[in-house]
């Protein structure tokens, strides 16, 4: 039985597939919430919720991946930096400038009050540019009994993916990742047990956002630092789903028992080459931080009397060039900055290899100069590397 790094191939592989299908999935659920006010849910877990969770978990792998390929920690949060926040700004800005006095035109109010109502525009740009979302709202445009009356409430989950980067910039500057990977399971189990404290009504102080996306990220974590020791077989899959159902039907929170079968499920399929689909233009992160206002601006036309189907359709369809725009103008170009040169930090005694070399779960490192055969050091930028590979780095 193969393993999960044996089974892991960074030019075939089908990451690209399920972020997409998560990013469109997550535009769904928010659009219907926006139409009638409630989301699709299984047990007591929103569908939203699910595939937010997969967001987390292929991240917590290929992020992981990425910081040990680089062996920078300023490298790394070059590359993180690059890969959220323009795009996140770029939206900031469209929301304020556009969308939110188009908003008010339709509502019957002058563009301006954008800019000259409490929260104001420029506010929601200011105050929200550092990722920590502390403010939807725009000038008391939108009804806040539809959706709050918030132009995004998607992006609150941004700033804690960068708290998720900044806790494997921690293990790895610590040498935790690649000397010590043990402790990647003690700290992965810390939340799990604190998720079953939780679950039992104990007082965690924890947020529970932060405890909840920080589980299903470090199990993405672990699944990379020990892909070498976890099988991947279609045998395994069955009785993880049924597990998952399990927590699903049991627990008030799925995840003190469904989330690690869940994790092995998504990261069994991404890993699997027959259903490989490498995008060289990645419109999903445009389709998760555009697909909000969109809906939104379309629930103030008359396709607001369409079905929800419908209307949720014609959502994803509006949403489509902005995602394109926002992958071609911005994301794309901020990316190409990635290889400008950065400060080194002197590395800490034992807590990393020797510059230009990389380690891969399970394979000896090899010379980032001189890729051979199919286990070539995955370090190398001319391997054809996967979309979504690509992306990570």
């Not at 910039?169 to 935790?176: N, P, S």
């Not at 700290?187 to 104990?202: C, D, K, S």
């Not at 926002?326 to 590395?347: D, H, I, Q, T, Y």
Request: aromatic share 10%; glycine share 10%.
């Amino acid at each position: 039985m193969g393993t999960l790094a044996g089974s892991f191939d960074p030019r075939r592989n089908a990451f690209d597939v399920l972020r997409l299908i998560f990013a469109v999935t997550v535009a769904v659920t928010h659009g219907m919430d926006i139409h009638t006010g409630a989301q699709p849910v299984i047990g007591n877990t929103s569908v939203g919720d699910l595939a937010l969770d997969g967001f987390f978990i292929l991240s917590g792998y290929l992020v992981t991946r990425s910081f040990l390929r680089l062996d920078s920690p300023l490298r790394y949060l070059w590359h993180r930096f690059l890969r959220i926040m323009p795009g996140f700004w770029v939206c900031l800005l469209v929301i304020a400038f556009v969308v939110a006095p188009a908003a008010a035109a339709l509502h019957g109010m002058p563009a301006t009050t954008a800019f000259t109502e409490a929260p104001s525009a420029m506010r929601f740009v200011m105050v929200n540019a550092g990722l920590l979302m502390v403010q939807y709202e725009i000038g008391g445009i939108l009804d806040p009994a539809v959706a709050d009356g918030s132009f995004n409430g998607a992006l609150w989950t941004l700033f804690f993916e960068a708290a998720c980067y900044a806790l494997v910039l921690g293990l790895g500057v610590l040498g935790l990742l690649r000397r010590h990977r043990w402790s990647v399971l003690v700290v992965t189990g810390a939340f799990a047990a604190l998720t079953v404290a939780q679950e039992a009504g104990a007082e965690t102080m924890v947020n529970d956002r932060v405890l909840r996306l920080g589980f299903v990220f470090l199990l993405g974590v672990v699944a990379y630092r020990f892909g070498d020791r976890i099988p991947a077989h279609g045998a395994l899959a069955g009785p993880a789903v049924v597990v998952f159902g399990l927590g699903v039907a049991l627990f008030e929170d799925y995840r003190v028992l469904g989330a690690a079968p869940l994790a092995y499920v998504f990261l069994w399929l991404g890993a699997r080459r027959r259903l490989s689909w490498s995008m060289r233009h990645d419109v999903s992160y445009g389709m998760y931080i555009y697909h909000w206002p969109v809906q939104q601006v379309l629930n103030l036309t008359v396709l607001s009397v369409l079905p929800t189907a419908l209307f949720v359709g014609v959502g994803l369809l509006a949403t489509l060039p902005l995602a394109v725009a926002s992958w071609f103008l911005v994301e794309r170009r901020a990316m190409g900055w990635k290889n400008v040169a950065v400060p080194e930090l002197r590395r800490r005694p034992g807590g990393g290899v020797p510059a230009g070399a990389a380690k891969v779960p399970g394979r000896a490192a090899q010379p980032v100069d001189r890729p051979s055969g199919r286990g070539a050091d995955l370090a190398t930028e001319r391997l054809p590397v996967s979309g979504s590979l690509r992306r990570s780095l």
